[in-house]
């Protein structure tokens, strides 16, 4: 309206017959100013009002109302001098819908590429900058620490995290010993920096003892798995790294992982019987990308799937593309009102996926689509907005929020998959290899440099020499290090680099 932004918001996006709903009209304007507005329900005119709106975001009009008492979708529409100005959508539910269950699965991705080199110092702290400075200010610290204080917020919330391995590591290196940068400056153990990555790491412990969160496991490094085990053969780099992720997992965050995180979602049938093998029951992949190219007794991503190997089996989640992209890539809000009501559509089109019922999960990088947005404090505030709707949908008992390893206990997954393509969450591996033009040289030196690995193993077994470069090529396998718009061939090297030396220097001793 002239540049000027209003909208129409309610408590929440679904009701009862009868239910008593709150309306809001909220306002984000750069002068102060009236207008003459009136909301239309589907009956009509439910209320008229001169409103004052002031200057900066504020909820400048509040109305209650009875919903209808018959089920249905129903609009209300905010207008002003006949032209409308904004239209939210709301579901009425009966007696045989609220029975139905419904359950909402949000699997939060955060992970972080080693930033250290082989000296040991560091070259990049992501892992640690993401925790303590002020990226979404005034609403938290880092995009780590906000994550976990909304959990600590909402204890009725409850989601699943995978917390990389790699990124676990990290953190325990900070609080334990501290971190000294590739320049020569240190970050203490005992600085303030280090004292909030502890108290973010202990708010995630806390979550994951009280159940109110699942801690997924992964490979150590975020190596796209499939494409190792498909296109480089190297199935026992994978095996002995995803085994070393879960007991980084175990050790740091002092559970049990039943689950485990595919990183890029690379996945290959191959990874069923590695999985179960360590004890792994279940993992997410992609609706479009993987589940509409299976093979089995396939229906829709609102259930999971068993899939099994020759040996094992696993039980496979399909993240809903659509709901999980849009978190991803449209995040980008004019200001905290538009936050607030792009979380209500959110939210509606929740209740809508999974009105008949069903498990819905959504699932993506924790970090990344607030960090990535043009005003991540504002995406942080959408956020906590969207919580609140989803425990809004709980005390309605309409839907619950749940952990991946709660759905397991109560699930029974039917249906069995036969066949699942290898791919990733992007229907391919271009990303990785093929945009950029040197990625495939890279691949070939990769090969190479594991085939050196595997021949020296042939000639003197393996010992402690060979144990340090496969170490050296987990890091250069690191798939964050290969991703086009963060490549980052001089880091490869280093560590490609450093498993040649290693074995160089055990060849000159013997």
């Known amino acids: 309206m002239n540049n000027e932004e209003l909208y129409i918001v309610l408590d929440s996006p679904v009701y009862t017959t009868g239910d008593i709903a709150e309306v809001y009209v909220v306002s984000n304007s750069t002068s102060e100013r009236r207008v003459e507005a009136e909301i239309r329900d589907y009956k009509g005119v439910l209320s008229k009002a001169a409103l004052s709106i002031p200057r900066g975001t504020s909820i400048v009009y509040t109305l209650e109302f009875q919903t209808p008492r018959i089920p249905g979708r129903y609009d209300l529409t905010l207008l002003s001098e006949s032209s409308v100005l904004d239209r939210v959508k709301y579901i009425v539910i009966g007696d045989r819908e609220d029975s139905v269950d419904r359950y909402i699965a949000f699997t939060w991705h955060h992970h972080q590429a080693p930033g250290y080199l082989p000296s040991g110092r560091y070259r990049y702290t992501w892992a640690f900058k993401h925790v ?90 975020h190596t796209i798995a499939g494409y190792l085990v498909d296109y480089i053969e190297a199935m026992d780099i994978v095996e002995e790294e995803v085994e070393y992720g879960l007991e980084t997992t175990r050790s740091v965050m002092g559970v049990e992982p039943r689950g485990v995180w595919t990183p890029e979602m690379a996945f290959s049938m191959k990874l069923v019987d590695l999985y179960s093998d360590l004890g792994l029951e279940y993992t997410v992949l992609d609706e479009k990308c993987h589940l509409s190219k299976s093979s089995g007794d396939k229906a829709t991503h609102l259930e999971p799937y068993v899939v ?18 849009i978190l991803s890539f449209k995040n980008n809000f004019k200001s905290t009102a538009n936050a607030w009501r792009s ?13 008949h019922g069903g498990v819905l999960t959504i699932a993506l990088d924790g970090e990344n689509w607030i960090i990535f947005s043009k005003n991540p404090p ?72 594991y085939s050196e690995i595997k021949s020296y193993e042939e000639k003197y077994g393996k010992n402690k020499y060979s144990k340090r470069a496969r170490w050296a090529l987990w890091h250069a396998l690191d798939s964050d290090y290969w991703w086009a718009e963060f490549w980052d061939p001089d880091y490869i090297d ?14 000159a001793g013997a």
Do not use: M
Request: aromatic content about 14%; some cysteine; proline content about 2%.
């Open 132 to 221: 303590f400075e002020d990226e979404v200010s005034p609403y938290g610290r880092g995009v780590y620490q906000y994550h976990s204080s909304i959990l600590e917020k909402y204890p009725d919330y409850k989601c699943t995290y995978n917390l990389s391995p790699s990124l676990l590591a990290q953190w325990s290196q900070l609080i334990d010993e501290g971190v000294v940068l590739e320049n020569g400056s240190i970050i203490a153990f005992s600085s303030s920096e280090a004292k909030l990555v502890k108290d973010t790491l202990e708010s995630y412990r806390r979550s994951a003892v009280r159940g109110q969160v699942d801690v997924l496991t992964s490979i150590y490094a």
């Open 308 to 325: 099994r190997g020759s040996s094992g089996e696993l039980v496979v989640f399909f993240r809903d593309t659509e709901l999980s992209n």
């Open 343 to 355: 979380a209500y559509e959110y939210a509606y089109l929740i209740v809508e996926k999974i009105r």
């Open 378 to 449: 504002i995406t942080a505030h959408y956020y906590e907005k969207l919580v609140e709707y989803l425990i809004k949908l709980q005390g309605k008992n309409y839907a619950k929020t749940t952990t991946l390893r709660g759905l397991i206990e109560k699930y029974n997954p039917r249906r069995v998959l036969t066949h699942i393509p290898t791919t990733t969450w992007l229907c391919g591996f271009t990303k990785w290899c093929g945009e950029v033009d040197k990625q495939a040289l890279y691949w070939d030196k990769a090969r190479r440099v």
């Open 494 to 507: 280093v560590w490609l680099n450093e498993a040649i030396k290693v074995l160089e220097e055990s060849k």
